[in-house]
């Protein structure tokens, strides 16, 4: 499988378990990291379509929240959400979340965080409606309905890209890293397969490519900065795996 998403899952009744909501599949599987066992949870409320390229975050108190994604409809067009949905791992209820304020586009491939005090970032991603996008949303979980909001765009933003990958190294700051999207980010490698040479109209072809940029979001002043790294960096890449362990972030 692939363009799925996992969490690890905290407060609820195994401490060790992790919990992952697969793609295009319409379930939820369990991890436990003492047993090394899988298990099927047999989930209900509202259920939601199998999808993939959506974001899952883990909340408080067993809760975990995922939000977008996109799937293929029954006549086979692609399709996109921006759904915000919660699931309770104690109880396994699945629950679709009411919302206000600057909801972000239906969307695949965006990156998101929680942070200690409830409240989620998600980060650029790709709609049909609009292409790749380079914006910063926050969801702040602690109210009813939940509230979205969008952050002003700061310089030193990431370019426009989806499949980027983020993890929140400490309680105010967070790491993104990677991600596909237009090749005039200066960073950006460019495959074969993934060029438009042609020209339609007279208009320029546009060119895309993976990143390899590291930039570092601020959750308290909500603004944007690109460190100074050193050592051997990562090749340009998308859709990785990154997780924070004490100091140091895994790619």
Same mark, same amino acid.
């Given at each position: 499988? !692939? /363009?799925?998403?996992?969490?690890? @899952?905290?407060? &609820? =009744?195994?401490?060790?378990?992790? +919990?992952?909501?697969?793609?295009? *599949? ?45 799937? !293929? /409809?029954?006549?086979?067009?692609? @399709?996109?959400? &921006? =759904?915000?949905?919660?699931?309770? +791992?104690?109880?396994?209820?699945? *629950? ?45 979980? !602690? ?109």
């Amino acid at each position: 499988r !692939t /363009s799925h998403s996992h969490t690890n @899952q905290r407060g &609820n =009744s195994s401490p060790n378990q992790q +919990t992952l909501e697969m793609g295009n *599949e319409q379930s939820v599987i369990a991890w436990d990291i003492g047993s090394s066992g899988w298990e099927r949870v047999d989930t209900k409320g509202d259920q939601p379509s199998g999808r993939e390229g959506m974001c899952v975050v883990a909340g408080e108190d067993g809760k975990m929240f995922s939000l977008a994604g996109g799937n !293929t /409809s029954a006549d086979g067009s692609p @399709q996109q959400f &921006n =759904s915000v949905l919660c699931f309770d +791992t104690k109880t396994q209820l699945w *629950e679709s979340c009411d919302f206000v304020g600057d909801s972000p586009l239906p969307t695949t491939g965006s990156a998101a965080v929680m942070t200690g005090s409830n409240k989620i970032y998600m980060f650029g991603g790709l709609s049909h409606q609009s292409g790749w996008l380079s914006n910063t949303r926050s969801l702040d979980t !602690t109210v009813q309905p939940l509230e979205w909001e969008e952050i002003p765009l700061s310089v030193n933003a990431p370019s426009p890209c989806d499949k980027l990958r983020a993890v929140l190294i400490s309680e105010t700051q967070v790491v993104v890293f990677g991600g596909f999207g237009p090749k005039d980010a200066p960073d950006a490698v460019v495959g074969e397969e993934d060029v438009m040479d042609e020209t339609i109209d007279d208009t320029p072809a546009v060119h895309f490519g993976w990143m390899s940029d590291v930039y570092l979001f601020d959750t308290a002043s909500e603004t944007w900065s690109k460190p100074s790294v050193t050592g051997s960096a990562p090749s340009p890449r998308a859709a990785h795996t990154m997780v924070c362990l004490g100091d140091e972030v895994f790619v």
